[in-house]
């Protein structure tokens, strides 16, 4: 087989097995790296992934494949792939395929799956697998002969990468992997297809509203990282004077030191933020979906503004709001074009007072210059490593002070767990950006209380020889959540103190990565510099106290001009 | 019977095993009332390559949420096509006595 391997196109028929045409078909569509781990029903894949030049990355936990698999994606832009086998395996994968379905991450994820005439009779590791993806997935399959692989291999790639990317699952069982096929050809690899066609009759609509607009602002959301449209975004906005706030994931769109930058929006963005939203006038929305965590109230939302809406999710307009304009297109195929034909302008009346708003409602970072606190732990690792890193994170307050604080400033530099929320997202998450871009180092900030949702990955980490950099934020808590108890129940805390601390130096240790505490360390900030600094995994410990708050905070379902401010605020 | 909440979609969909679970899972994950479902393949119908097709036939009790959701639909990669109908003008017009005590 090793030879027909070689070939690109068979010029006489050729005979595999399907888990071998399999393989085939995904090396054809470019994949490197497979995440994942064997079992029962996808023997067969993993037999015939042996010949391959694919690198298969050993997880310890099939939900830390997925999460590779993102962390892989979101870093390149590129469809990955992770393996699974029935039953335990398929259901242990759906956490991180339902995380991609919300953040909109090309995952391809593939499972074994019991013989044919085994289905239905509840046979050993068997689930419904396509209908426990079914609802997380752009679209899925059941393979029920090895020929169907030829159409369903690109037409996976196609679906996860066109329009709006996500996940799509392939469930194969274990007969149709062993079945013999003979092939003449390989069928095309699949890849995007074009985006809708959009008339320029409507971006000139869109340049007349932004023109006629008093006090426009820009909201610029994940669609435009994915579209790869960051510099037509910064030429569009410094053209147009237009101020830009950021959804969470479109974070790093525009680096955090531009003049026009206006931070984060929503329940922990900055005061002046969501202050100059209340006063706009014109909303231009591009590529993001006035998802709750952004919009706070909705009847509240920017209640003075009228609505440009760019997206290329059809079911996305109208969903929430009410656009008076909008377009349904590549949001960088619209910036493209708007930037050829627009009339620069400047808004001085409306610059004076978003500086003033700036000025006098910043967001402040409590501790900043204290390593133990937790804005000043994020600006010392920012300190310490330059833009060159990537950052992850988990789910929780640390989540949001990296969000609010890191000087993001490039887009694809920031990967967290946004729609679904996962804790456990940031280490594997780590991993896989880090065998995607090898040359970045990854800074995971993560919470005691995250780390332990997929801390067995660190064993991955060390067997890949990663540069992964894991800071817990240690509170001993599950901050977030003992913060809501906190602020809107009375302070009743329940079930957010942890009783047993875990040693994480010692476990990371006992899983080959090396650990460190700097409440230990008689030098804190430069035992920190030399972990950051020198290759390879390493955990960080640091403490903070358990009464650390993330502030300004909108309240669950309350409006963004409501927010709930610190002590020195 | 009432129909003054109620809209009909007509849906030309690939004739897959897996087609109806797509598309009452979407209607049940986002919480639309569906009353009716009539489906059977169309004869002699054939999509882009050699594949068959079926009709699907929706009485959708939703006024608010009608284009949300026909958008909704009409992202699953086995729908085809969806079409707003009258009562009258569907199958559910001549199905009435079928469902009755």
């Known amino acids: ?569 | 019977m009432n129909t003054t909440h109620s809209a009909i979609l007509k849906l030309t969909v690939n004739n897959h095993p897996g087609v109806l679970s797509h598309i009452s899972g979407l209607f049940a994950r986002r919480s639309y009332n569906l009353e009716g479902v009539m489906v059977r393949p169309i004869k002699n119908g054939t999509a882009y390559g050699n594949e068959n097709l079926s009709r699907m036939w929706l009485l959708v009790n939703e006024k608010d949420k009608l284009q949300q959701i026909i958008s909704q639909t009409e992202k699953l990669h086995d729908v085809i096509s969806v079409e707003r109908h009258t009562f009258e003008d569907s199958v559910f017009a001549h199905t009435e006595n079928f469902f009755v005590e």
């Not at chain 1, 591009?286 to 440009?308: H, Y």
Request: charged content about 15%; glycine content about 8%.
């Open chain 1, 1 to 569: 087989m090793k030879n027909i391997n070689t070939e690109p196109t068979p010029s006489t028929k050729l005979c595999f097995s399907g888990a071998q045409l399999l393989i085939k078909l995904l090396e054809r569509q470019g994949v490197t790296h497979i995440s994942g781990i064997p079992g029962g029903a996808n023997l067969p894949m993993y037999d015939a992934l042996t010949d391959s030049d694919i690198k298969h990355v050993h997880v310890r936990h099939e939900q830390g494949a997925g999460f590779i698999a993102q962390g892989m994606a979101r870093a390149t832009g590129k469809a990955q792939v992770c393996f699974a086998s029935s039953g335990p395996g398929a259901s242990n994968l759906i956490t991180a395929i339902a995380d991609a379905k919300l953040d909109s991450v090309p995952v391809i994820a593939i499972t074994g799956q019991v013989p044919l005439n085994m289905i239905g009779t509840d046979a050993f590791q068997e689930i419904d697998t396509f209908g426990l993806m079914l609802p997380i997935t752009k679209h899925n399959w059941i393979v029920r002969s090895a020929e169907e692989l030829l159409e369903i291999i690109p037409l996976a790639f196609q679906i996860a990468l066109s329009g709006r990317p996500g996940p799509v699952s392939i469930d194969i069982p274990k007969d149709v992997q062993n079945q013999q096929i003979e092939i003449e050809f390989f069928p095309e690899p699949g890849k995007a297809e074009p985006a809708p066609v959009f008339e320029s009759q409507q971006v000139e609509d869109m340049l007349q509203q932004i023109r006629q607009a008093e006090r426009p602002v820009l909201i610029a959301g994940g669609g435009i990282v994915y579209a790869g449209a960051a510099e037509q975004l910064r030429e569009f906005a410094e053209k147009l004077d237009l101020p830009i706030v950021q959804t969470f994931m479109g974070l790093g769109l525009l680096a955090f030191d531009h003049p026009l930058s206006l931070g984060m929006l929503g329940m922990h963005g900055a005061p002046f933020t969501n202050m100059i939203m209340e006063e706009c006038d014109l909303v231009i929305a591009l590529g993001m979906r006035f998802d709750d965590r952004a919009t706070g109230k909705v009847a509240d939302f920017c209640p003075e503004a009228s609505i440009i809406h760019v997206d290329i999710d059809a079911s996305e307009m109208g969903k929430i709001m009410n656009p008076t304009l909008s377009i349904l297109a590549d949001v960088g195929e619209v910036l493209q074009q708007a930037n050829t034909i627009l009339q620069p302008c400047t808004r001085p009346l409306w610059q004076q007072r978003v500086s003033q708003l700036k000025q006098n409602h910043p967001l402040v970072l409590d501790g900043e210059n204290d390593l133990f606190r937790p804005y000043g732990a994020i600006k010392a690792v920012a300190a310490i490593v330059d833009d060159s890193v990537n950052v992850t994170t988990d789910v929780g307050q640390h989540q949001m002070w990296v969000a609010q604080a890191y000087p993001f400033s490039r887009p694809r530099q920031w990967v967290s767990s946004g729609g679904l929320g996962t804790m456990g997202f940031g280490l594997p998450a780590a991993i896989g950006m880090a065998l995607a871009q090898p040359q970045r180092k990854v800074i995971c900030f993560t919470g005691d209380g995250s780390l332990m949702m997929n801390i067995q990955e660190l064993a991955t980490a060390a067997e890949q020889d990663l540069d992964i950099k894991i800071i817990i934020l240690n509170n001993k808590n599950l901050g977030l959540v003992r913060q809501q108890q906190n602020l809107f129940y009375k302070n009743n805390l329940s079930a957010v103190k942890f009783q047993q601390h875990v040693n994480f130096t010692l476990a990371a240790q006992a899983m080959g990565v090396k650990g460190i505490d700097l409440s230990q360390s008689e030098n804190p900030h430069d035992e920190l510099a030399a972990a950051l600094l020198e290759p390879g995994a390493c955990v960080i410990n640091i403490p903070i106290s358990e009464d650390e708050m993330v502030f300004p905070m909108v309240a669950p379902g309350g409006a963004n001009k409501d927010m709930i401010h610190g002590a020195i605020a």
